[in-house]
T-cell receptor, first 115, second 115 residues
Framework: GAVVSQHPSRVICKSGTSVKIECRSL??????MFWYRQFPKQSLMLMATSNEGSKATYEQGVEKDKFLINHASLTLSTLTVTSAHPEDSSFYICSAHWGDLPEQFFGPGTRLTVL | AQTVTQSQPEMSVQEAETVTLSCTYD???????LFWYKQPPSRQMILVIR??????QNATENRFSVNFQKAAKSFSLKISDSQLGDAAMYFC????????????FGKGTSLLVTP
């Protein structure tokens, strides 16, 4: 149980285009979902926290107008990277939380390459 | 803000031997959770072990155990009988009980397992 999927697993786009990444909890309802960014050989950095039906809470330094997060249902959150640039190239990971357990369950990640 | 420090960027262990990965953290909270996550080359984050701060007993999961020293704010991971499949990045993470389940990660330790 507690499986989280992400789609796509890999995306390559041109500079200036927008990219949408989906995060789904497959067998549970996620009360909270998290979005992380991980640069090569670095740790996971929390970008934002989203709760179903409410606006996402962004970490300091993360541009909310560039990284749009929508948490439309208890099983789906989306991250849209708007007007992507090469410096946005990274590995994006989502996670979900449910119930009383303190741990998060992670998706497999999405590798974004902006040319 | 809580900080998590992993002072060993890389560690190496021979197959079947034991290795200990270090983690220290800084917090003024009395109740919190600590985790070790494993990130293999696939980059899927996998929960290895969890420790509740209010529990004095060290958590154990098969070959994985922790040495939790609350006063010293230390949380090391011991891997016994190391296997080739244990090779991965290991991240220590902190979660405050009132943080909305947000995780604060250390920079990680890359574990190499040699035959």
């Amino acid at each position: 149980g507690a499986v989280v999927s992400q789609h796509p697993s890999r995306v390559i786009c041109k500079s200036g285009t927008s990219v949408k990444i989906e995060c789904r909890s497959l067998d549970f309802q996620a009360t909270t979902m998290f979005w992380y960014r991980q640069f090569p050989k670095q740790s996971l950095m929390l970008m934002a926290t989203s709760n179903e039906g409410s606006k996402a809470t962004y970490e300091q330094g993360v541009e909310k107008d560039k990284f749009l997060i929508n948490h439309a249902s208890l099983t789906l959150s989306t991250l849209t990277v708007t007007s992507a640039h090469p410096e946005d190239s990274s590995f994006y990971i989502c996670s979900a939380h449910w119930g009383d357990l303190p741990e998060q369950f992670f998706g497999p990640g999405t590798r974004l390459t902006v040319l | 803000a809580q900080t998590v420090t992993q002072s060993q960027p890389e560690m190496s262990v021979q197959e079947a031997e034991t290795v200990t990965l270090s983690c220290t953290y800084d917090t003024s909270e009395s109740d919190y959770y600590l985790f070790w996550y494993k990130q293999p080359p696939s980059r899927q984050m996998i929960l290895v072990i969890r420790q509740e701060a209010y529990k004095q007993q060290n958590a154990t999961e098969n070959r994985f155990s922790v040495n939790f020293q609350k006063a010293a704010k230390s949380f090391s991971l011991k891997i016994s009988d190391s296997q080739l499949g244990d090779a991965a990045m290991y991240f220590c993470a902190y979660e405050a009980t009132d943080s909305g389940y947000a995780l604060n990660f250390g920079k990680g330790t890359s574990l190499l397992v040699t035959p």
